[in-house]
DNA sequence: AATTATTTTTAGACAAATCTAAAAATATAT
DNA sequence: ATATATTTTTAGATTTGTCTAAAAATAATT
């Protein structure tokens, strides 16, 4: 496989996973930043190596193998993220780009010993989970902060959004995994919320609420 | 840069610090198991580039800037190999095909932070030199083990073939970077030597002791 | 139901990296 | 010095992944 069939093939999988239904040709374009043109170019090969069933203006879903093989980039990429973070110690905010380089270094032994060098970590640094190395992902009752109870605590387990500039408004407030959260109020008007973290009051954006995962 | 450029230049590198003068086209051709023709256009490439000097049926060699980058790949590949056998514990002739995609990931702050990590290693699994940030070596005085005098004690320090089979013979042999070797006898006829290797006698071919660098 | 708008696919072009086959330059041998 | 052999370059083709522009299919409006 090469980089651009891996790419492809995980962009499928992440829209696949959020919206459960078939991906538009569209929608694979707008993600990877590329034309719809060149979308159905790749979408025609991957259908030929059994990666994905597609039929001419349906949309596409994973095969099983598909799926499979896009999980197996997950893990890298997530798995490399934490090797990032625990052991190199970059921030939070910068192991992306990284990892979508390393995703693609292909050596199934190098990445199970790179997952037992972390310690087998189940989550990578904004709290997305790691698939095994049999595709099996622990999934977790989670919620977004902006759908929470008033005056119950819950824990910041995970970012929605991990893009550089929320990750680093989220250092700004001091706000990481692990993090309290108690809701004491809500504003009616915009949902702007007023949260004690780790006891300290902070004005939180509805904005911001939909992108913090807690539990 | 393309990952093929950087193949290109890390090959021109390593032959010229192994002969010194212009390399070759079909010396580049054959070390890359391509094409004299397919070499020929991406010496085209390297030269618009500024990093070889290139004149039409001379060979070429690298500019400082091509050499510079030339190191930095090295030292890349030689960091990774590092990491390999040390922290996720691959044999020693494993980690050479790894490395070789691994070499390729482009981030100036990874590969720094990795050093650090890694303890600023001198020398790879092999013995190899790990040039620092700004390109410089430190080189040893290393003899080849065929070269040694009789009866005095010698380190290995490295080996010149990191073929896999080279290796693995020396692991059956139970010879690694730090045993100690004496050289008992030489035989005349074929310069097969008696070497006491950690105080254990093995006799060595003539092929083997020109690839086991000493000290 | 017919028209208009949007989405998707096709057709054709292009850059990168490779190849084969042929031509040109250089080196070697008689 | 001439002929032969080797090396290197060019010419032209191929594959992969991308693009633009136009055509076809589908969806949304009137
Ligand atoms: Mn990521
Ligand atoms: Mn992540
Ligand atoms: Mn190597
Ligand atoms: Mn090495």
Redesign the interface.
């Known amino acids: 496989m090469t980089f651009s069939e891996e790419n492809y093939l995980k962009t499928i999988y992440h829209i696949t996973s959020s919206s459960g239904t078939e991906v538009s040709t569209n929608a694979i374009a707008e993600k990877m930043e590329t034309k719809a043109s060149s979308v159905t170019d790749m979408l025609k090969k991957l259908a030929d190596k059994e990666l994905i069933v597609y039929q001419k203006y349906k949309g596409v879903i994973l095969t099983d193998k598909g799926s499979h093989l896009a999980k197996m980039i997950v893990r890298k990429h997530r798995l490399w993220e934490v090797f990032?973070v625990d052991?190199?110690?970059?921030p939070w905010d910068?192991v992306h780009?990284?990892a979508e380089?390393?995703e693609h270094?292909?050596?199934e032994?190098?990445i199970n010993?790179?997952d037992d060098?972390l310690g087998n970590p189940t989550e990578d640094p904004h709290g997305d989970p790691i698939p095994d190395s049999s595709g099996l992902i622990k999934k977790s009752n989670k919620l977004l902060l902006s759908e929470v109870e008033l005056n119950k605590e819950y824990r910041c387990i995970g970012v929605k959004d991990s893009s550089s500039d929320f990750l680093k408004y989220l250092d700004k407030q001091k706000i990481s995994l692990g993090s309290t959260f108690v809701v004491k109020e809500r504003e009616n008007f915009d949902d702007t919320l007023l949260v004690e973290v780790n006891s300290r009051k902070v004005t939180i954006s509805n904005k911001i609420a939909n992108n913090l995962f807690v539990h």
Chains 1, 2 share one sequence.
């Open positions: 990032l052991k190199l110690h970059f910068e780009d990284i380089q390393l270094i292909k050596s032994k190098l010993k790179l060098f």
